[in-house]
C-alpha cells in the first residue's frame, strides 16, 4: 500500500499508541464504576482526577474547574444554553462572530427561535479576525454573553482574545471561547487571558474521540447540561467515561511536553507550503491572517476550479485534504467562514484546508504541491470560465 499523506488534522488527529495503552486496562481489567466507594473503584476515580489536573494545568486552570464532556460540541452546548438559563433574568441578548463553528452557530439559533434570545453576530476583516471595535459597541445592558472562538477551525486566524476578555470584564458579561483547535497547539491561559469558560476536545490532540472538556471559571454559576446522578460533581451527570478521561489525559500530557518543538516544525513547514503554493500556483490566494493563524494551517482558494473536484483527484493521489470544516462536508453551500472574510461564492467553492502534524516531511509537502499544480491546471483546463479568463486577458 502506497503512503498516505494526512492533511486533514483539523478534522481529527491519530490517536498517539502511547494514548491506546494508557486507556486499554480501564476497559477490561480497572472496570470499577468510579462512583463506587470500593478501593477496586477508587483506583479510577484517581485516574479521573490525575487527568483532570493534567489538563487544567494544561491553560492554566484549577483542577476543580475542568468538567468532561462528551464532545467539544456538547462542551459548547453546555456554555451557552446553561449561561442562557443562568442569566436570562438579567438579559437575553448574546455576541458572538460570523466564523464561529457550527456548535456555537446552530446552538445560537436555538436559543433564538426556541428561547427568544436575541444575538448579534459580529463582522470580521478579509483576515478573519474579529473587528474588536464592533464587538464593543454591539455590547448592550441586557448582554449576558460573548462567545469567540480561539483560532479558526477553517483558515486557521486567531483571534485577540485577551483583548476580547479585557473587554467582557470591563462589561460584567461572561466570556466564552471554543478553544477546539487551538488547545494544545498555543499557550493558553485562561486567567491571564480573561476567559470564564472554555471548550476543547481529545481528538483534535492526539486522543480519543467522544471525550471533551468544558472549562469553567469558579464563581461563574451556570446549571447542568445532562441531568441525572451527582457525576462532575453534580454539574453532568452520567457514568465517567474512564479509559477516554485517561486517554485525554494522556494525550494532553504528550501535546504539551512537546508543544514548543512540535509547533515549531509545524509552523516551519506549513510557512513553506505556503510559500511554494503562492510562488507556483497562479490566482490563488490564502485564506487567513499570514501569522496570527494555528502553526499547522494552511487554506487556499484556486480560482476556477471546484474544490471537491480537487479533493477527489488528491485522494486519488493518497492525499488526504479538506475543503473546510468536516462538519459541513456534506454540504453544496461555501464556507459561512469564507463568505464572511468577504470572497465570492465562486472563489470560496474552488477552496483547500491543509491541516500538518508532526509526522508530515518536506518531502510530503513537495509531493503535495506537485500534485496540487497538476490537478488544479487540468481542472482549469476544462473550465469554461478559465478559457474565457484567459481570452479576455489576452486582449
Known amino acids: 500500500m502506497e503512503k498516505k499523506i494526512y492533511l486533514d488534522n483539523a478534522a481529527t488527529t491519530r490517536t498517539r499508541p502511547e494514548v491506546v495503552e494508557a486507556m486499554l486496562p480501564y476497559f477490561s481489567?480497572?472496570?470499577?464504576?468510579?462512583?463506587?466507594?470500593?478501593?477496586?473503584?477508587?483506583?479510577?476515580?484517581?485516574?479521573?482526577?490525575?487527568?483532570?489536573?493534567?489538563?487544567?494545568?494544561?491553560?492554566?486552570?484549577?483542577?476543580?474547574?475542568?468538567?468532561?464532556?462528551?464532545?467539544?460540541?456538547?462542551?459548547?452546548?453546555?456554555?451557552?444554553?446553561?449561561?442562557?438559563?443562568?442569566?436570562?433574568n438579567k438579559g437575553k441578548h448574546i455576541i458572538t462572530s460570523k466564523i464561529e463553528h457550527h456548535a456555537v452557530l446552530h446552538t445560537c439559533e436555538y436559543l433564538q427561535k426556541k428561547r427568544g434570545f436575541e444575538v448579534t453576530y459580529i463582522d470580521v476583516d478579509e483576515f478573519g479576525c474579529v473587528k474588536l471595535d464592533q464587538l464593543e459597541k454591539a455590547i448592550r445592558p441586557d448582554t449576558i454573553l460573548i462567545s469567540i472562538m480561539f483560532a479558526n477551525n477553517e483558515i486557521g486566524t486567531i483571534q485577540p482574545i485577551k483583548e476580547i476578555g479585557q473587554i467582557a470584564k470591563k462589561h460584567n458579561i461572561i466570556f466564552h471561547t471554543d478553544a477546539v483547535q487551538a488547545f494544545c497547539q498555543v499557550d493558553i491561559d485562561v486567567n491571564e487571558l480573561g476567559v470564564d469558560l472554555l471548550s476543547a476536545s481529545a481528538h483534535k490532540v492526539n486522543g480519543p474521540?467522544?471525550?471533551?472538556?468544558?472549562?469553567?471559571?469558579?464563581?461563574?454559576?451556570?446549571?447542568?447540561?445532562?441531568?441525572?446522578?451527582?457525576?462532575?460533581?453534580?454539574?453532568?451527570?452520567?457514568?465517567?467515561?474512564?479509559?477516554?478521561?485517561v486517554g485525554f489525559g494522556k494525550a494532553v500530557e504528550i501535546a504539551m511536553a512537546n508543544m514548543k518543538e512540535r509547533t515549531k516544525k509545524e509552523t516551519e513547514l506549513r510557512d513553506y507550503l505556503i510559500k511554494r503554493i503562492l510562488a507556483e500556483v497562479p490566482y490563488t490566494r490564502?485564506?487567513?491572517?499570514?501569522?496570527?493563524?494555528?502553526?499547522?494551517?494552511?487554506?487556499?482558494?484556486?480560482?476556477?476550479?471546484?474544490?471537491?473536484?480537487?479533493?477527489?483527484?488528491?485522494?486519488?493521489?493518497?492525499?488526504?485534504?479538506?475543503?473546510?470544516?468536516?462538519?459541513?462536508?456534506?454540504?453544496?453551500?461555501?464556507?459561512?467562514?469564507?463568505?464572511?472574510?468577504?470572497?465570492?461564492?465562486?472563489?470560496?467553492?474552488?477552496?483547500?484546508?491543509?491541516?500538518?502534524?508532526?509526522?508530515?516531511?518536506?518531502?510530503?509537502?513537495?509531493y503535495t504541491v506537485e500534485k496540487i499544480k497538476e490537478i488544479v491546471y487540468k481542472l482549469r483546463q476544462m473550465s469554461p470560465l478559465y478559457e474565457d479568463f484567459i481570452r479576455s486577458s489576452a486582449r
Not at 471533551?212 to 460533581?233: D, M, N, P, W
Not at 488528491?314 to 463568505?339: E, F, K, Q, R, W
Open 29 to 88: 481489567e480497572m472496570f470499577g464504576n468510579p462512583s463506587s466507594i470500593y478501593e477496586f473503584a477508587m483506583q479510577n476515580k484517581k485516574a479521573i482526577d490525575d487527568a483532570r489536573s493534567i489538563i487544567a494545568k494544561a491553560i492554566g486552570a484549577e483542577t476543580n474547574e475542568i468538567y468532561f464532556t462528551g464532545s467539544g460540541t456538547e462542551a459548547d452546548n453546555w456554555a451557552l444554553i446553561a449561561t442562557a438559563e443562568a442569566f436570562e
Open 286 to 366: 490564502l485564506n487567513g491572517h499570514r501569522t496570527k493563524r494555528l502553526p499547522n494551517n494552511a487554506n487556499f482558494s484556486f480560482q476556477f476550479i471546484e474544490g471537491e473536484s480537487l479533493l477527489i483527484m488528491l485522494d486519488m493521489n493518497n492525499i488526504c485534504a479538506s475543503s473546510g470544516s468536516a462538519c459541513t462536508s456534506g454540504s453544496l453551500d461555501p464556507s459561512h467562514v469564507l463568505l464572511a472574510i468577504g470572497l465570492p461564492h465562486e472563489i470560496a467553492h474552488g477552496s483547500l484546508r491543509l491541516t500538518l502534524n508532526d509526522e508530515i516531511t518536506y518531502e510530503d509537502i513537495d
Open 209 to 245: 474521540k467522544g471525550i471533551g472538556f468544558l472549562y469553567i471559571r469558579k464563581g461563574v454559576r451556570i446549571g447542568s447540561f445532562i441531568h441525572g446522578g451527582a457525576q462532575e460533581r453534580g454539574r453532568r451527570a452520567g457514568t465517567e467515561n474512564v479509559p477516554y478521561i
